[in-house]
């Protein structure tokens, strides 16, 4: 199982980022993914999740309205939209292999790095 992410990057306060996410090693199509991040000093945090048929998303109230979690099965990719970032939104995003629920995931990937600074 291999997961690959990409697209983080330094933004001011308002801007946008895409990360995306490139899964391989296993049947992508076959498993909920989720969106982890991790805050300097602070703990994991679940974000988002996207059931196998991208008909349900969820995600934590703190990004809801801001973030969209999408998916293409047949890229086995994996993505995170994120608009109107705010500071408190710099941290470590990781995409996840969800193993029960949307919290609990048994592979991630190593990181792209977001940081929203003035």
């Known amino acids: 199982v291999q997961l690959v992410e990409s697209g983080g990057g330094m933004v001011q306060p308002g801007g946008s980022l895409r990360l995306s996410c490139a899964a391989s090693g296993f049947t992508f199509r076959s498993y909920a993914m989720s969106w982890i991040r991790q805050a300097p000093g602070k703990g994991p945090e679940w974000v988002s999740g996207i059931t196998t048929d991208s008909t349900r998303t969820y995600y934590t109230e703190s990004v809801k309205g801001r973030f969209t979690i999408s998916r293409d099965n047949a890229k086995n990719t994996l993505y995170l939209q994120m608009n109107g970032l705010k500071p408190e939104d710099t941290a470590l995003y990781f995409c996840?292999?969800?193993?029960?629920?949307?919290?609990?995931?048994?592979?991630r990937g190593q990181g792209t790095q977001v940081a929203v600074s003035a």
């Open positions: 996840a292999r969800v193993r029960l629920q949307f919290d609990e995931f048994d592979y």
